[in-house]
């Protein structure tokens, strides 16, 4: 069974910086573009980091530029977000996901997902 599963995230005070962590199990995801999503509550999901398969090539929207870094270790089938310099506005489910587009950008090529990690930053 392929599964994805996201670990790491909690309470926070704003400026404290966390790692999220997405091992998978089942098969291995060295071949997959890898992803990581958040939702808040009534907001849309949106991307945060997309990582490339090949050559490591990433993407972050300008909201999280510079602050959260996306991550793999092949070898532990594992994929981690360090987030700095967190916000309030960064509170939310996050979700890690994978894709064996050859596009990684193609946020509708993600079609295997955790089941999310909540991380709440105060104020």
């Known amino acids: 069974q392929v599964q994805l599963v996201e670990s790491g995230g909690g309470l926070v005070q704003a400026g404290d910086s966390l790692r999220l962590s997405c091992a998978a199990s089942g098969r291995s995801f060295s071949n997959d573009n890898m992803g990581w999503f958040r939702q808040a509550p009534g907001k849309e999901r949106e991307v945060v980091a997309l990582?490339?398969?090949?050559?490591?090539?990433?993407y972050y929207p300008d909201s999280v530029k510079g602050r959260f870094t996306i991550s793999r270790d092949n070898a532990k089938n594992t994929v981690y977000l360090q987030m700095n310099s967190l916000k309030p506005e960064d509170t939310a489910v996050y979700y890690c996901?994978?894709?064996?587009?050859?596009?990684?950008?193609?946020?509708?090529?993600?079609?295997?997902w955790g089941q999310g990690t909540q991380v709440t930053v105060s104020s």
């Open positions: 990582m490339s398969y090949r050559l490591d090539y990433t």
């Open positions: 996901a994978a894709s064996s587009s050859s596009w990684y950008r193609d946020e509708f090529s993600y079609r295997v």
